[in-house]
């Protein structure tokens, strides 16, 4: 098996700019960017479209903790002597990027040198070198910037393991003897919760029926959600006509961003709600916005609307606040969701442990890479919770269809309440880009995790000798 020669990683960035004119979907995006080093390969790409953000007045930003985003990856490739290479990345929202770069090339001593073999026959092992480094831990341990980082690497690493069997990774983990799966993962903190011996027998169950689900993925995909439709602020013509194509398109399933103004969040989620009619699901999000008591008020005036669950409704660090909404809202029939800023499979653990949540948000790239995803998928099975994961951003789509078709396949074997996110925009720059029909994921085929960009992208974009840095820097 060939060894790792080199580990590198780039910062690739995106930037909204959009023309002020809030009735144009088909906004006008500018190539600009504010970071600049000679020690980082810096990308900014330019999306299809961009998001109206000036439409109105105070609804400035769509994200409500995070008032301007600039859509980044922390970007990994790892090189082998015999010339393979896997790619991996973590996403990020702009600043601090070249942190988890730089938390990256930190862990890449820890890397450089070994072989995939090496890895794979230990896979629990290594997750544990990157994650319980006796220093390095200091600034964790697995949670915020070299938790992030962890993920890019390990990220990149599954890519290369799947590449090197020639399989996409959902395969390669549906394929995978479930006592090698159960070794992939740190069981460290959680057996309190769900024991290996636990984790197996699900595995092991789910291997009934497990060819006929592979075959209807194949065949149907698995079902997504939308988050393209209404974003704040966006008209109300602009509201309608995404829904109206939506719908159209065969979408289903539709998510409203909240919390901003409840008198708008009403009039919205009652436009959504007419629009998409009482039988297809409507949810909504706030972003971190609200405090505890403020959560459980403002979204019991939106009961009437009949959403399925307030996604992340206040501090992602609050467990006992989130099991205090849970309560409040369950006689409403709303769940709440959370977990796309869940630190690690601990923080899962607990979560579920409370009956914090009623919907899982896995994130590829949050979480300790695919070694932790899978403790957290097997737990949520476990306490009975549904899988939605999060997706977006750069690549995060490409990366978590995976996670979730496993999910399906070898773990849930149930459909019930489970969905996908899907926001429709950055996959053009990527060589494997997630393939939607009739609001549906279809399994990727080709071999790997699905992380690679183009190279034509990144050489186009990379500072400072990319096109758009040298146009950039003659203006």
């Known amino acids: 098996m060939s060894d790792f020669q080199r580990l590198w990683s780039n ?28 020690c980082f390969i810096h990308v900014t790409f330019s999306p299809t479209y961009g998001r109206p ?3 109105i ?18 970007y990994v490739v790892i090189e082998t002597d015999q010339g393979m290479q896997g790619y991996g990345l ?10 988890v770069v730089c938390a990256v090339e930190a862990l890449s001593a820890l890397v450089v040198g070994k072989s995939l073999e090496e890895i794979v026959s230990d896979f629990r092992g290594f997750y544990r070198l990157l994650t319980s480094d006796g220093q390095m831990r200091w600034i964790g341990p697995e949670k915020g910037v070299i938790q992030l980082a962890t993920a890019a690497v390990l990220n990149a690493v599954w890519d290369l393991w799947a590449r090197s069997e020639g399989k996409p990774l959902w395969k390669l983990l549906v394929d995978m003897d479930p006592r090698k799966l159960i070794s992939c993962i740190d069981f460290r903190y959680i057996t309190d919760a769900l024991t290996e011996q636990e984790a197996l027998d699900i595995l092991v169950k789910a291997q009934t029926g497990k060819e006929q689900r592979v075959d209807q993925m194949l065949k149907e995909g698995y079902p997504a959600y939308t988050t393209s439709c209404a974003w704040l602020g966006y008209s109300d013509q602009l509201l309608k006509q995404l829904c109206t194509d939506a719908l159209n398109d065969g979408w289903t399933k539709f998510k409203v961003k909240v919390g901003a103004d409840l008198e ?6 009652s436009l959504i709600r007419q629009m998409i009619g009482p ?11 609200w405090d505890v008591g403020e959560a459980i008020t403002w979204v019991t005036r939106l009961a009437e609307y009949k959403p399925l669950w307030i996604e992340e409704p206040t ?9 205090a909404i849970s309560k409040a809202l369950a006689p409403l029939g709303i769940g709440v969701a959370t977990g796309e800023q869940c630190h690690n499979r601990v923080m899962f653990k607990q979560f579920l442990q409370a009956s914090a949540l009623q919907f899982v948000q896995i994130d590829s790239c949050r979480l300790g890479s695919v070694n932790e995803n899978l403790a957290v998928l097997l737990m949520a099975h476990k306490f009975k919770v549904p899988v939605c994961p999060h997706a977006g951003g750069v690549g995060l789509c490409e990366l978590v269809q995976h996670l979730i078709l496993f999910d399906y396949i070898s773990v849930s074997a149930s459909l019930d309440n489970r969905m996908c996110e899907f926001v429709d925009h950055l996959h053009e720059h990527f060589r494997s880009p997630v393939v939607i029909q009739n609001a549906h994921y279809m399994p990727p085929k080709d071999p790997g995790y699905s992380c690679e960009m183009l190279e034509e992208s990144v050489q186009t974009h990379q500072y400072p000798q990319g096109q758009v840095w040298k146009k950039l820097q003659g203006q």
């Open 57 to 74: 007045g105070k609804h400035t930003f769509y994200f409500f903790q995070h008032t301007d985003p600039d859509y980044s990856v922390a």
């Open 315 to 323: 501090s992602p660090d609050d467990i006992l606040g989130h099991a």
């Open 90 to 99: 973590t996403f990020t929202v702009g600043r601090g990027t070249e942190i």
């Open 279 to 289: 039988h297809n699901t409507l949810m909504i999000d706030a972003n971190q916005r």
């Open 264 to 269: 708008d969040d009403i009039r919205r989620c």
């Open 53 to 55: 953000k000036d439409h």
């Open 11 to 38: 910062m690739v960035q995106t930037q909204w700019y959009v023309h002020p004119c809030n009735e144009c979907f088909l906004a006008e995006v500018a190539d600009k960017s504010y970071f600049c080093s000679t």
